[in-house]
């Protein structure tokens, strides 16, 4: 009889084949969440925080108000079609093609009035274009 004690293996823990389980779960999960969509998005729109605003000399200001009505440098527009604002901004725009089209829409306003600014600006060959916001500070006080 031999009753020495014999020599005890340690065990080992193979990492791999979990690993291999962690990674299928990561990628099932991944493949199976859902974000949310769009239209369920609370945005507040818009305000920026800039710390200078740049002066454009050949600017045309067109305004874009909540119920989307449009005034071009401080003048109204009479419709709201896109043909009636490009002939607008035509006549604002003494620097021709140069001239930067300033978008300062109302918060509220439609998405489809700045689209409409935007065609407008793009069927008269005014290509650049940028929008007006206010700094959170200013947004704050109102």
């Known amino acids: 009889m031999n009753f020495r004690p014999r020599p005890k293996d340690e065990p080992e823990i ?3 084949p979990f690993i291999d389980v962690l990674l299928v779960i990561l990628i099932f999960l991944m493949l199976t969440t859902t974000y949310s969509k769009f239209t369920e998005m609370q945005l507040r729109l818009p305000v920026a925080d800039t710390e200078a605003q740049r002066d454009y000399p050949k600017e045309v200001v067109v305004a874009v108000s909540a119920d989307g009505r449009y005034m071009v440098n401080k003048q109204p ?13 035509t006549e604002a725009a003494k620097a021709g ?3 930067v089209v300033i978008i300062s829409a ?17 069927r008269i060959g005014l290509t650049q274009i940028t929008f007006a916001t206010q700094s959170s500070a200013q947004a704050g006080a109102k």
Do not use: C
Request: hydrophobic fraction near 45%; charged fraction near 20%.
């Open 77 to 89: 527009v009479s419709g709201r079609s896109t043909e009636a604002l490009a002939e607008a901004l």
């Open 14 to 16: 193979n990492l791999i």
């Open 97 to 99: 093609k140069e001239s």
């Open 106 to 122: 109302d918060a509220t306003a439609t998405h489809q009035s700045v689209i409409t600014v935007m065609e407008a600006a793009r």
